[in-house]
T-cell receptor
Framework: GQNIDQPTEMTATEGAIVQINCTYQ??????LFWYQQHAGEAPTFLSY????GLEEKGRFSSFLSRSKGYSYLLLKELQMKDSASYLC?????????FGKGTSLLVTP | GAGVSQSPSNKVTEKGKDVELRCDPI?????LYWYRQSLGQGLEFLIY????????KSGLPSDRFSAERTGGSVSTLTIQRTQQEDSAVYLC?????????????FGEGSWLTVV
């Protein structure tokens, strides 16, 4: 079966750093994706991790530990436009299996 | 076009009617996916097409749902005898290939409301 857990909601202040965690238990694993989804819009690709460690891309970084079934998305220097839902998704070989998403609210 | 194109953007239908949702994937992408997203819920996998292989229909919630892909490109998702619980955003996505690590790109979705 597939089980992907993320916090439902988080709030952070503009300019701060926030870490969104994702734990997973899946029958197959070929990598982990993070997507960003603004309200009423399509999800857009943020990052992909297949090896353990940290992948950095500008203000966003993503970490993976395969042995622990754990990933996090780190957002630095938060901006108001970062208010969105962040979706963790496990690549099980073809289709992605998504968590329910974490709704992030950035406040002034 | 440059991205995944879906139509209609919005559809309001009466309970019991059939609906068809269309997806035009990114040119050259061999893999195509349909997902459903209900209000406040995560993305629910429905069906996956890869090239000329038989589709993976394991996510379709009932036999009222079907999908086809013609010529390895455009796909149509059909929902027969719609029910109110079918109200959701239906998202189509495509990727360059169907294997590991291929980023999938989503369309804007078709918002279906069954009244």
């Amino acid at each position: 079966g597939q089980n992907i857990d993320q916090p439902t909601e988080m709030t952070a202040t503009e300019g701060a750093i926030v870490q969104i965690n994702c734990t997973y238990q899946t029958s197959g694993f070929n990598g982990l994706f993070w997507y960003q989804q603004h309200a009423g819009e399509a999800p857009t690709f943020l990052s992909y991790n297949v090896l353990d460690g940290l992948e950095e891309k500008g203000r966003f970084s993503s970490f993976l530990s395969r042995s622990k079934g754990y990933s996090y998305l780190l957002l630095k220097e938060l901006q108001m436009k970062d208010s969105a839902s962040y979706l963790c998704a496990v690549d099980s070989g073809y289709a992605l299996n998504f968590g329910k998403g974490t709704s992030l609210l950035v406040t002034p | 076009g440059a991205g995944v194109s879906q139509s209609p953007s919005n559809k309001v239908t009466e309970k019991g009617k059939d609906v068809e949702l269309r997806c035009d994937p990114i040119s050259g992408h061999t893999a195509l996916y349909w997902y459903r997203q209900s209000l406040g819920q995560g993305l629910e996998f429905l069906i996956y097409f890869q090239g000329n292989s038989a589709p993976d229909k394991s996510g379709l919630p009932s036999d009222r749902f079907s999908a086809e892909r013609t010529g390895g490109s455009v796909s149509t998702l059909t929902i027969q005898r719609t029910q109110q619980e079918d109200s959701a955003v239906y998202l189509c996505a495509s990727s360059l290939g169907g294997g590991t690590g291929n980023t999938i790109y989503f369309g804007e979705g078709s918002w279906l409301t069954v009244v």
